[in-house]
T-cell receptor, first 116, second 115 residues
Framework: GNSVTQMEGPVTLSEEAFLTINCTYTATGYPSLFWYVQYPGEGLQLLLKATKADDKGSNKGFEATYRKETTSFHLEKGSVQVSDSAVYFC???????????????FGQGTILTVHP | DTGVSQNPRHKITKRGQNVTFRCDPISEHNRLYWYRQTLGQGPEFLTYFQNEAQLEKSRLLSDRFSAERPKGSFSTLEIQRTEQGDSAMYLCASIHSQPGGLEQYFGPGTRLTVT
């Protein structure tokens, strides 16, 4: 079956530091890959996505590249802010063509805390 | 705001009682998903509907759990004879099942505590 593994947290950084959160996956076929973010007291929000190999998703200064050869989708940001403190989830979904299209499999989440 | 809504936001119940949660998806979305999230873990898929049809159920969904989406709009998730292990956040999400409609919109969740 499908699975997603994220680096263990929590991650604590100073403002303006570089962020990497590792994510690897196991899946049949060619899934779509996502990063979701959960800010304190709020629901899950899509941060970025990539639908095929070598695609780069980006949003709010965050980036992740779909690497099929290493089955990875690492999240990066060059300079984090205090407002980026949240829980980040890597996820995958089968692509169109099957009944499981859209169903998400999540990693366990990584807590990020950014200090001023 | 026309996002996904869930009610109630919090529910405390005693072991053995039945509980029911409601999800109202974004109106034009024809797929609706239920997930369960326990502390320190990512959400786990429970079941989903396309319109009123329940198309897939996880093995996590025991016989005590039942979900409906009678008119293809809102959905309910019922847990009968609750157990302490049912304590979790129950999340609902919706999506439009057309090519490119990949983003799931999540509701705020219903936090269930079974005492």
């Amino acid at each position: 079956g499908n699975s997603v593994t994220q680096m263990e947290g929590p991650v604590t950084l100073s403002e303006e530091a570089f962020l990497t959160i590792n994510c690897t996956y196991t899946a049949t076929g060619y899934p779509s890959l996502f990063w979701y973010v959960q800010y304190p007291g709020e629901g899950l929000q899509l941060l970025l996505k990539a639908t095929k190999a070598d695609d780069k998703g980006s949003n709010k200064g965050f980036e992740a590249t779909y690497r099929k050869e290493t089955t990875s989708f690492h999240l990066e940001k060059g300079s984090v802010q205090v407002s980026d403190s949240a829980v980040y989830f890597c996820a995958l979904s089968p692509n169109a063509g099957g009944t499981s299209y859209g169903k998400l499999t999540f990693g366990q989440g990584t807590i990020l805390t950014v200090h001023p | 705001d026309t996002g996904v809504s869930q009610n109630p936001r919090h529910k405390i119940t005693k072991r053995g009682q039945n509980v029911t949660f409601r999800c109202d998806p974004i109106s034009e979305h024809n797929r609706l998903y239920w997930y369960r999230q326990t502390l320190g873990q990512g959400p786990e898929f429970l079941t989903y509907f396309q319109n009123e049809a329940q198309l897939e159920k996880s093995r996590l969904l025991s016989d005590r759990f039942s979900a409906e989406r009678p008119k293809g709009s809102f959905s309910t998730l019922e847990i009968q004879r609750t157990e302490q292990g049912d304590s979790a956040m129950y999340l609902c999400a919706s999506i439009h099942s057309q090519p490119g409609g990949l983003e799931q919109y999540f509701g705020p969740g219903t936090r269930l505590t079974v005492t």
